[in-house]
């Protein structure tokens, strides 16, 4: 599978096994980027003051999928965000399976925080 066909694939799954943000919670999917090298998707609630991007990184030196999350009202810098999730890519299936994993995970263990209930403690 080339990287143009990675990044399709993940661009589609993305948005169906993630499309609980915008049908429950009321998220908008505002931002698709996509390249050979990496892809970024950014989930927005203006309401909830919370913004998710999930990146993949096709580059053999990259680490592959993050889910990182932002509190726009303070800071949507990089440096700013909680780091939440990863898949390295050599765990990584071609088809990219652990999608369904990663979107009900964030769904069940990061409940509080997509519903702008919680925010994380720590920094990583």
């Known amino acids: 599978m080339t990287s143009n066909s990675k990044s399709k694939n993940f661009i589609e799954k993305v ?14 999917l505002v931002e698709i980027q996509e390249n050979d090298i990496n892809d970024k998707i950014t989930y927005l609630n203006n309401d909830l003051d919370r913004q998710l991007t999930l990146y993949n ?3 053999p030196a990259d680490y592959g999928f993050e889910a990182q999350w932002y509190r726009p009202s ?12 990863y898949e390295l890519q050599e765990n990584q299936d071609i088809e990219q ?16 925080i ?11």
């Open 57 to 59: 990184s096709y580059h």
């Open 114 to 124: 997509i519903k702008g209930t919680n925010w994380i403690s720590t920094k990583l």
């Open 15 to 28: 948005q169906v096994y993630f499309n609980y943000l915008i049908t429950d919670f009321g998220y908008n």
């Open 74 to 85: 303070i800071s949507t810098k990089f440096s700013d965000r909680e780091f939440q999730l």
């Open 97 to 112: 399976k652990y999608l369904i994993k990663i979107a009900d995970r964030l769904r069940t263990q990061y409940d509080g």
